[in-house]
């Protein structure tokens, strides 16, 4: 019995120390959703206001909701997209992350309990 929990134990470690490392890098995360937008600029010679297709644009923005509800668009630049897209991808990995682990060491500690008479 105590032979079965070390092997399933260091199985859960090895677990642990491989989600451990795939977390990601800190710097570059970014929370919130991409937005693309589309726009008229009101002048009725322009081509935007001849078709929706010709519209200006896309102008991006990262869209927050901080505590509290409060909601929040921040513009973005075209060229910084990218970086704001992979942020994102990194919290998401980030929090997956997170409960993994976190259910990794409810499992360690569930043996732990189990080895140790009582
Ligand atoms: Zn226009």
Redesign the pocket.
Same mark, same amino acid.
């Given at each position: 019995m105590k032979t079965t929990n070390k092997v399933d134990g260091s199985k859960l470690n090895h677990s642990l120390m491989r989600e451990i490392s795939r977390i990601p890098a800190w710097d570059g995360i970014h929370r919130g959703t991409l937005m693309r937008y589309y726009r008229? #600029?009101?002048?009725k010679s #322009? +081509? #935007?206001?001849q078709s929706k297709s010709q519209? +200006?644009g896309p102008y991006w923005y990262l869209s927050v909701t901080w505590q509290g509800g409060k909601h929040k668009l921040y513009a973005i630049k075209p060229e910084k997209v990218a970086e704001v897209r992979r942020g994102i991808a990194a919290y998401k990995r980030l929090w997956k992350s997170v409960y993994r682990i976190a259910e990794l060491n409810l499992a360690l500690l569930k043996q732990t309990q189990e080895a140790t008479p009582k």
């Open positions: 008229t #600029c009101g002048n #322009c +081509h #935007c206001y519209r +200006h």
